[in-house]
């Protein structure tokens, strides 16, 4: 197997020269750079793709980073993603931030000196001033699902307040006045805009708003279950009750059954996201449903606009249409 050594003596050069061509470390001149990448093809000592990332200063690789992937909804995501990453001739480097700012900026840190040519992004706390670096250096970053920094970088965003809007109004029209909540991650802008929809079809529907029917949730199953615990326990029940996302709606439906409600008939439930396991629980669990793999073609038309050049100088903001899906859960034979 070739060593540095062997590139460093083919190509003429030492082997801090070889070393400061494969880390980008300090300046080489253009000569000498393709020097040291032609010596690298000509022994194997790299992978075709590191040479010619050195080459063409493109990797074909891209960041992705997301805030829990245990969940199915960021799961189904990556996979999205990744299909049209595949499908294109692109890698991904699947960061998990834990719902952390600081995991986040880690993972950006690591993603430049891994030379990523792009980045999508999940993000819990991202500001301007942490991806301004990435901007600089010509590394392009796509907003997905919700963005805090609309108007610094591309994004392909859901229309939260639309989709919380229909849920509630669905819930209405059969027949509810009592709708329970159960809020997600609350630093989000997800969860803002999910409640100011649910405000506005109130509203709407000429019904007071009650903050007492709002419960805390953090998306995973647990705080759906507990959520819906809470609510069900208030002196005037809520005979509906709309989770933030699928897997709390999934926790509220455990109650359900732990209480023997009948649902729809006695609690109706209503989620968000439309993962797939919904259509599969029992009852079927209405949902109103994000078009992934639709967002996630958006997402990166978007990159590889900006890795080549064909993106106008303004930020660009693609807003989604998220689709109400009816089922079991909340319609009345």
Partial sequence: MATIRDVALLAGVSTATVSHVLNNTRTVSEVTRDRVVAAMEALGYQPNAVARSLRVNETLTIGLILPDVELPFFAWVAKCIEKVASDLGYNIILCNSGWSLSRELRYLENLQTRRVDGLICISVGLTNEHVAPL???HMPVVWFEEA??????????????RGAYEATRHLVAQGHRRIGCILGYTPTV?????????QHALREAGLPFDRTLLCSGDYEAPSGLRGARQLLDLAEP??????FNDMMALGALQVAHERHLRVPDQLALIGFDGIPLTEFMSPSLSTVRQPIPEMSRIAFDLLLDR????????SRTVRVEPVLVPRASTLLV
């Fill in 238 to 243: 809520p005979t509906a009750i709309f989770a």
């Fill in 135 to 137: 901007l600089r250096r």
């Fill in 148 to 161: 805090r920094i609309e108007g610094v970088s591309d994004a392909v965003l859901i229309d939260n307040v």
């Fill in 190 to 198: 997800v969860t803002s805009d999910r409640l100011l929809g649910y």
């Fill in 307 to 314: 890795i080549h050049d064909r993106a106008p100088n303004e």
